[in-house]
C-alpha cells in the first residue's frame, strides 16, 4: 500500500477554510493518527486509517458525530497530501 509523506499538513489545515474549533479538532486527531501509526509501526496509508478508525470506535466508543468528525479529519488529510504533492 502506497505511504503518504505529508509532513507540512499543519500548515495546510491553518490555510483550510475551516472554522477554528474544527481546525484544532482536526489536528488534534491527526496527530492521534499518525501517533498511533508510529506506535504501532505501521505506515501511514489508507489501511492503517481504517484501522485506527477501528480501533478508537472500539478503545473510545464515540457518540455517532464524533467517529464521523473523526473519519472526516482523515478523508481531509489523505486528499489534501494527495493534492499537495502533484
Avoid at 486527531?29 to 506506535?39: A, D, E, P, Q
Avoid at 501511514?44 to 485506527?52: C, E, G, M, P
Amino acid at each position: 500500500m502506497k505511504e503518504v509523506h505529508f509532513p507540512d499538513w499543519p500548515q495546510w489545515l491553518e490555510r483550510a477554510e475551516f472554522s477554528e474549533r474544527q481546525r484544532q479538532s482536526w489536528a488534534i486527531t491527526v496527530r492521534w493518527y499518525l501517533s498511533f501509526c508510529r506506535r504501532g509501526r505501521g505506515g501511514v496509508n489508507h489501511q492503517t486509517a481504517r484501522d485506527f478508525i477501528a480501533w478508537a470506535q472500539r478503545a473510545k466508543n464515540p457518540e455517532a458525530w464524533q467517529l464521523e468528525s473523526w473519519r472526516e479529519a482523515l478523508r481531509w488529510f489523505f486528499r489534501t497530501a494527495r493534492a499537495a504533492h502533484w
